[in-house]
Protein backbone atom coordinates (compact mmCIF):
# COMPACT_ATOMS: atom_id res chain seq x y z
CA UNK A 1 0.00 0.00 0.00
CA UNK A 2 1.27 4.13 -0.81
CA UNK A 3 0.25 6.26 1.08
CA UNK A 4 1.37 9.87 2.09
CA UNK A 5 2.40 11.32 5.09
CA UNK A 6 0.67 14.84 5.80
CA UNK A 7 2.78 16.00 8.37
CA UNK A 8 1.29 19.16 9.16
CA UNK A 9 3.31 22.63 10.14
CA UNK A 10 3.75 22.29 13.59
CA UNK A 11 5.49 19.07 12.62
CA UNK A 12 7.45 20.20 9.86
CA UNK A 13 8.96 23.21 11.96
CA UNK A 14 8.79 22.27 15.48
CA UNK A 15 8.44 18.12 16.31
CA UNK A 16 10.41 16.60 12.37
CA UNK A 17 11.02 13.79 15.05
CA UNK A 18 7.69 13.17 14.72
CA UNK A 19 7.58 12.05 10.83
CA UNK A 20 10.67 10.06 11.06
CA UNK A 21 8.75 7.65 13.73
CA UNK A 22 5.74 7.54 11.59
CA UNK A 23 7.69 6.56 8.70
CA UNK A 24 9.81 4.05 10.83
CA UNK A 25 6.38 2.64 11.85
CA UNK A 26 4.57 2.42 8.79
CA UNK A 27 7.40 0.93 6.84
CA UNK A 28 7.76 -1.63 9.35
CA UNK A 29 4.16 -2.56 8.57
CA UNK A 30 4.66 -2.66 5.14
CA UNK A 31 3.50 0.33 4.31
CA UNK A 32 5.40 2.29 1.47
CA UNK A 33 5.52 6.12 2.50
CA UNK A 34 5.96 9.39 0.64
CA UNK A 35 6.40 12.62 1.39
CA UNK A 36 4.83 14.96 -0.77
CA UNK A 37 7.19 18.37 -0.58
CA UNK A 38 4.54 20.32 -2.12
CA UNK A 39 2.71 19.89 0.58
CA UNK A 40 1.66 23.00 2.68
CA UNK A 41 -0.76 24.42 5.62
CA UNK A 42 -4.02 22.89 5.80
CA UNK A 43 -5.75 26.16 6.54
CA UNK A 44 -6.44 25.12 9.90
CA UNK A 45 -5.61 28.41 11.69
CA UNK A 46 -6.99 30.60 9.26
CA UNK A 47 -10.15 29.15 9.62
CA UNK A 48 -10.26 28.65 13.08
CA UNK A 49 -9.47 32.22 12.96
CA UNK A 50 -12.23 33.40 11.13
CA UNK A 51 -10.56 33.94 7.79
CA UNK A 52 -12.69 31.31 5.91
CA UNK A 53 -11.59 32.49 2.54
CA UNK A 54 -8.18 32.84 3.22
CA UNK A 55 -8.37 28.82 4.17
CA UNK A 56 -10.13 28.34 0.82
CA UNK A 57 -7.17 28.07 -1.59
CA UNK A 58 -4.75 26.42 1.13
CA UNK A 59 -7.57 23.44 1.15
CA UNK A 60 -6.84 23.29 -2.69
CA UNK A 61 -4.11 22.97 -2.98
CA UNK A 62 -3.86 19.62 -0.51
CA UNK A 63 -6.32 18.53 -2.08
CA UNK A 64 -4.45 19.12 -5.39
CA UNK A 65 -0.77 17.62 -3.62
CA UNK A 66 -2.87 15.08 -2.03
CA UNK A 67 -5.50 13.75 -4.32
CA UNK A 68 -3.40 10.77 -5.85
CA UNK A 69 -2.72 8.38 -3.11
CA UNK A 70 -4.72 5.71 -1.70
CA UNK A 71 -4.80 7.25 1.98
CA UNK A 72 -3.13 10.40 3.42
CA UNK A 73 -1.90 9.84 7.32
CA UNK A 74 -1.89 12.18 9.66
CA UNK A 75 0.08 12.26 13.40
CA UNK A 76 -2.29 15.28 13.75
CA UNK A 77 -5.75 14.79 14.88
CA UNK A 78 -6.55 18.51 14.64
CA UNK A 79 -5.69 18.50 11.24
CA UNK A 80 -6.90 15.49 10.41
CA UNK A 81 -9.67 16.84 11.61
CA UNK A 82 -10.05 20.57 9.45
CA UNK A 83 -9.70 17.86 6.14
CA UNK A 84 -12.76 15.18 7.40
CA UNK A 85 -14.49 17.37 9.26
CA UNK A 86 -14.12 21.39 7.83
CA UNK A 87 -13.50 20.67 4.70
CA UNK A 88 -16.89 20.06 3.30
CA UNK A 89 -18.26 22.86 5.29
CA UNK A 90 -15.89 24.83 3.26
CA UNK A 91 -17.64 23.63 0.00
CA UNK A 92 -20.72 24.05 1.11
CA UNK A 93 -20.50 27.15 2.20
CA UNK A 94 -18.73 28.11 -0.94
CA UNK A 95 -21.89 26.70 -2.76
CA UNK A 96 -24.40 28.52 -0.42
CA UNK A 97 -22.64 31.85 -0.89
CA UNK A 98 -23.13 31.71 -4.98
CA UNK A 99 -20.11 30.63 -6.16
CA UNK A 100 -20.69 26.92 -7.37
CA UNK A 101 -19.61 23.75 -6.41
CA UNK A 102 -16.08 23.50 -7.80
CA UNK A 103 -14.55 23.81 -4.20
CA UNK A 104 -16.80 20.80 -3.01
CA UNK A 105 -16.11 18.99 -6.08
CA UNK A 106 -12.18 19.31 -5.97
CA UNK A 107 -12.08 18.70 -1.93
CA UNK A 108 -14.40 15.64 -1.88
CA UNK A 109 -12.23 12.90 -3.00
CA UNK A 110 -9.45 13.48 -0.31
CA UNK A 111 -11.63 13.39 2.55
CA UNK A 112 -12.68 10.12 2.98
CA UNK A 113 -9.17 9.03 2.48
CA UNK A 114 -7.47 10.94 5.12
CA UNK A 115 -6.76 9.43 8.40
CA UNK A 116 -5.14 9.89 11.78
CA UNK A 117 -2.26 7.93 12.56
CA UNK A 118 -3.91 5.64 14.86
CA UNK A 119 -7.10 4.75 13.09
CA UNK A 120 -5.29 3.83 10.01
CA UNK A 121 -3.31 1.58 11.99
CA UNK A 122 -6.24 0.23 13.28
CA UNK A 123 -9.49 0.29 10.80
CA UNK A 124 -7.36 0.19 7.44
CA UNK A 125 -3.88 -1.71 8.62
CA UNK A 126 -6.06 -3.82 10.92
CA UNK A 127 -3.16 -3.87 13.45
CA UNK A 128 -3.31 -2.80 17.31
CA UNK A 129 0.27 -5.13 18.15
CA UNK A 130 3.02 -2.63 15.71
CA UNK A 131 6.09 -4.49 16.86
CA UNK A 132 6.79 -1.85 19.76
CA UNK A 133 8.69 -2.11 22.89
CA UNK A 134 8.84 0.94 25.25
CA UNK A 135 9.56 0.10 28.50
CA UNK A 136 7.95 2.91 30.65
CA UNK A 137 5.02 3.85 32.92
CA UNK A 138 2.45 6.30 30.21
CA UNK A 139 -0.56 7.86 31.08
CA UNK A 140 -2.53 9.27 27.75
CA UNK A 141 -4.56 12.49 27.27
CA UNK A 142 -7.23 12.30 24.48
CA UNK A 143 -6.51 15.00 22.31
CA UNK A 144 -9.71 17.53 21.60
CA UNK A 145 -10.00 16.93 18.00
CA UNK A 146 -9.44 13.33 17.92
CA UNK A 147 -11.87 13.13 20.79
CA UNK A 148 -14.72 15.20 19.55
CA UNK A 149 -14.31 15.23 15.79
CA UNK A 150 -12.48 12.35 15.07
CA UNK A 151 -13.87 10.06 17.32
CA UNK A 152 -10.83 8.24 17.95
CA UNK A 153 -12.45 6.53 20.30
CA UNK A 154 -10.15 3.41 22.54
CA UNK A 155 -7.91 3.44 19.14
CA UNK A 156 -4.98 4.81 20.78
CA UNK A 157 -5.33 3.45 23.85
CA UNK A 158 -5.25 -0.07 22.25
CA UNK A 159 -2.44 0.53 20.49
CA UNK A 160 -0.89 1.53 23.65
CA UNK A 161 -1.86 -1.71 25.55
CA UNK A 162 0.09 -3.96 23.17
CA UNK A 163 3.26 -2.15 23.67
CA UNK A 164 6.29 -4.57 25.27
CA UNK A 165 7.24 -2.86 28.46
CA UNK A 166 4.91 -0.32 28.42
CA UNK A 167 2.37 0.10 31.88
CA UNK A 168 -0.39 2.17 31.22
CA UNK A 169 -1.98 3.97 33.69
CA UNK A 170 -5.49 6.22 33.88
CA UNK A 171 -5.42 9.92 33.27
CA UNK A 172 -7.84 11.43 36.13
CA UNK A 173 -9.93 14.01 34.04
CA UNK A 174 -8.44 12.71 31.13
CA UNK A 175 -11.42 14.04 28.56
CA UNK A 176 -10.98 17.69 29.63
CA UNK A 177 -9.16 19.95 27.50
CA UNK A 178 -5.39 21.53 27.91
CA UNK A 179 -5.94 24.42 27.22
CA UNK A 180 -4.07 25.04 23.85
CA UNK A 181 -7.18 25.44 21.18
CA UNK A 182 -4.71 27.48 18.97
CA UNK A 183 -5.57 31.21 19.24
CA UNK A 184 -7.56 30.31 22.29
CA UNK A 185 -4.19 30.26 24.16
CA UNK A 186 -2.86 33.44 22.65
CA UNK A 187 -6.37 35.41 23.47
CA UNK A 188 -6.94 33.43 26.57
CA UNK A 189 -3.80 32.98 28.15
CA UNK A 190 -4.69 33.05 31.54
CA UNK A 191 -7.62 30.66 30.95
CA UNK A 192 -5.40 28.47 28.66
CA UNK A 193 -2.25 28.66 31.41
CA UNK A 194 -5.17 27.26 34.47
CA UNK A 195 -6.17 24.57 32.41
CA UNK A 196 -2.97 23.50 31.09
CA UNK A 197 -1.78 23.36 34.99
CA UNK A 198 -4.83 21.24 36.04
CA UNK A 199 -4.06 18.64 33.07
CA UNK A 200 -0.27 18.69 34.11
CA UNK A 201 -1.35 18.10 37.46
CA UNK A 202 -3.47 15.26 36.89
CA UNK A 203 -1.05 13.61 34.87
CA UNK A 204 1.98 14.06 37.94
CA UNK A 205 -0.57 12.31 40.28
CA UNK A 206 -0.65 9.29 38.37
CA UNK A 207 2.79 8.71 38.98
CA UNK A 208 4.04 8.08 35.08
CA UNK A 209 7.12 8.77 33.75
CA UNK A 210 5.43 10.24 30.31
CA UNK A 211 2.61 11.41 29.13
CA UNK A 212 0.94 10.60 25.29
CA UNK A 213 -1.04 12.12 22.61
CA UNK A 214 -1.86 12.10 19.46
CA UNK A 215 -1.13 15.86 18.83
CA UNK A 216 1.93 17.60 19.08
CA UNK A 217 -0.21 21.08 19.15
CA UNK A 218 -1.33 19.97 22.51
CA UNK A 219 1.98 18.09 23.79
CA UNK A 220 3.83 21.48 22.94
CA UNK A 221 1.56 23.56 25.35
CA UNK A 222 1.14 20.65 28.15
CA UNK A 223 4.62 20.23 27.96
CA UNK A 224 6.19 23.66 28.15
CA UNK A 225 3.58 23.72 31.60
CA UNK A 226 5.66 20.77 32.76
CA UNK A 227 8.46 22.06 32.07
CA UNK A 228 7.37 25.13 33.89
CA UNK A 229 6.69 23.22 36.77
CA UNK A 230 10.26 21.35 36.71
CA UNK A 231 8.12 18.04 36.92
CA UNK A 232 10.11 15.85 35.38
CA UNK A 233 7.63 14.40 33.03
CA UNK A 234 8.18 13.61 29.56
CA UNK A 235 5.16 14.78 26.61
CA UNK A 236 5.92 12.02 24.24
CA UNK A 237 3.81 11.45 20.33
CA UNK A 238 2.08 8.08 20.28
CA UNK A 239 4.10 8.22 17.31
CA UNK A 240 7.22 7.59 18.91
CA UNK A 241 6.31 4.82 21.51
CA UNK A 242 4.70 2.91 18.64
CA UNK A 243 7.87 3.13 16.29
CA UNK A 244 9.69 2.70 19.19
CA UNK A 245 11.77 -1.07 19.68
CA UNK A 246 14.24 -2.92 21.51
CA UNK A 247 17.09 -2.39 18.32
CA UNK A 248 16.02 0.93 17.94
CA UNK A 249 14.47 2.56 21.12
CA UNK A 250 12.97 5.81 21.13
CA UNK A 251 15.33 8.66 22.24
Not at 159 to 179: D, K, S, Y
Amino acid sequence: MRVALFLTCVNDTLYPDTGRAVVRLLTRLGVEVDFPMAQTCCGQAHYNTGYRHEAEPLAQHFADVFGGYEAIVTPSGSCGAMVRELYPRLGERARAEGRGGSLAATLAPVVPKTYELTEFLVDVLGVTDVGAYYPRKVTYHPTCHGLRSLGLGDRPRRLLAAVRGLELVELPGAEECCGFGGTFALKNPDVSAAMGADKVRNAVSTGADALCAADNSCLMHIGSTMARLRTGMRPVHIAEILASTEEVPAV
